[in-house]
């Protein structure tokens, strides 16, 4: 069984331009959630992807937006990238059956925003 | 709106017990949640308990849940140099499948 994986590992970008987040459900994982987490703080939601839709939204602004693909692989977009974008993007991937009430994270892309 | 509060900070020694307190605010909270992230690290799952439960033990780790007053610990036994990370607690409501986090608490364990 394959560990939910993200890339990149980090990544520098500069004000105004756009990322993309790449993150590998847990195999036999349909639901990836993506989590911000700023230096010293929680992380904070920011949507879920169920089946290819999207299944509810933290409090972010439409230029986080993202996609989740038939196996169940999901991106993260950030356009117009704001210095307080510069944080830990964590993905989280669970499933309905088995265990569906756990949450298994990722690593982590660490995003740096000059 | 929900809320999970956590004290920042906890320093014990090698072999003692480590408790980890936690309050939240949602009354309508399914799961509870305790996750370890080491330094550079994404979170790893420690446990969970259902808002039914009272407590649940698991090899070192024991977590207790007051529902009325909507407090969760989380208690480590023979807590050793590697036990040393940040500790968030989490809730997860009745709704969407998503997580809300505390702010972590960071504990150092010292020989």
């Known amino acids: 069984e394959t560990g939910v994986t993200q890339s990149p590992t980090h990544l520098i970008k500069t004000r105004g331009q756009q990322v993309t987040l790449r993150c590998s459900s847990q195999?036999?994982?349909?639901?990836v959630s993506w989590y911000q987490q700023a230096l010293g703080q929680g992380p904070q939601f920011i949507f879920q992807?169920?089946?290819?839709?999207?299944?509810g939204r933290g409090n972010f602004p439409p230029r986080f937006s993202g996609l989740q693909f038939p196996n169940y692989s999901s991106e993260l977009n950030v356009n117009a990238l704001e210095l307080d974008d510069s944080a830990l993007y964590l993905c989280?991937?669970?499933?309905?059956?088995?265990?569906?009430?756990?949450?298994?994270f990722g690593p982590g892309t660490r995003l740096t925003v000059l | 709106g929900e809320d999970v509060e956590q004290s920042l900070f906890l320093s014990v020694r090698e072999g003692d017990s480590s408790v980890i307190n936690c309050t939240y605010t949602?009354?309508?909270?399914?799961?509870l949640y305790w996750y370890k992230q080491e330094p550079g690290a994404g979170l790893q799952l420690l446990t969970y308990i259902f808002s039914n439960m009272d407590m649940k033990q698991d090899q070192r780790l024991t977590v207790l849940l007051n529902k009325k007053d909507k407090h969760l610990s989380l208690r480590i036994a023979d807590t050793q140099t590697g036990d040393s990370a940040i500790y968030f607690c989490a809730e997860k409501d009745s709704g969407y499948s998503t997580l809300t986090f505390g702010k972590g608490t960071m504990l150092l364990v010292s020989p």
């Open positions: 949602d009354s309508s909270s399914t799961y």
């Open positions: 195999s036999g994982h349909n639901t």
């Open positions: 989280a991937s669970s499933g309905t059956s088995g265990r569906p009430n756990e949450q298994f």
């Open positions: 992807y169920y089946r290819e839709e999207e299944n």
